[in-house]
């Protein structure tokens, strides 16, 4: 099973409501990054925390890290029609050859006008 | 800078055929990997590599290869292909372990 999980898997909110996704991890990581894909295109980097850091924030953007429950957080304030993708957390994972990177199964978000 | 690029974009294989995504950048980064991604679904690790002649396993490597002879190129190969791996595939790099900057993916059908 991959190491990220994700909740929900789908979320369907009017613009100008804020959205929250969930993402929980079974193993130590380095770092947890979010990723957002729009549709049929690459993945885009959207923040990243470090694994001694409780929150993030980047513009509309705000993350939250609990190691201890090992579980993050995105959360999207004020959310545009334009913010309608897919959001994966990525964790990072160091190992005897460096380090992978590890994808969960991802939220899907739609914002209605 | 081109970042990380992918062909072909498209590939239709019969069950059998062998064949190579390619993958190139041009940043610099020392780290490379390979992800596909099924319908609905999030991606998984094939093979990474954190620099060059040095390659390792993902979640799912079977029925791929890879080498990183250059910083720039990564290739995967399809050994002999099957139904299963029809996906659409991912190349990823990045300089560290920071985020990483992905290509436009190919999508591989398997008949």
């Known amino acids: 099973s991959q190491q990220g999980e994700e909740d929900p898997q789908a979320l369907s909110i009017q613009e100008g409501e804020n959205a929250t996704m969930n993402c929980s991890y079974k193993t130590s990581i380095n770092n947890l990054q979010w990723y957002r894909q729009n549709s049929g295109r690459g993945l885009v980097h959207l923040i990243l925390i470090r694994s001694n850091e409780r929150e993030k924030h980047s513009g509309r953007l705000r993350v939250t890290l609990d190691t201890s429950k090992k579980s993050s957080s995105l959360l999207i304030t004020a959310s545009r029609a334009a913010d309608t993708a897919s959001y994966f957390c990525a964790t990072v994972i160091l190992n005897t050859g460096g380090f992978k990177t590890i994808f969960g199964a991802g939220t899907r978000l739609f914002v209605k006008a | 800078n081109a970042g990380v690029t992918q062909t072909p974009k498209f590939q239709v294989l019969k069950t059998g055929q062998s064949m190579t995504l390619q993958c190139a950048q041009d940043m610099n980064h020392e780290y490379m990997s390979w992800y596909r991604q099924d319908p609905g679904m999030g991606l998984r690790l094939i093979h990474y590599s954190v620099g060059a002649g040095i390659t390792d396993q993902g979640e799912v490597p079977n029925g791929y290869n890879v080498s990183r002879s250059t910083t720039e190129d990564f290739p995967l190969r399809l050994l002999s292909a099957a139904p299963s791996q029809t996906s659409v595939y991912f190349c990823?790099?990045?300089?560290?372990?920071?985020?990483?900057?992905f290509g436009p993916g190919t999508r591989l059908t398997v008949l």
């Open positions: 990823a790099s990045s300089f560290d372990r920071s985020g990483q900057f």
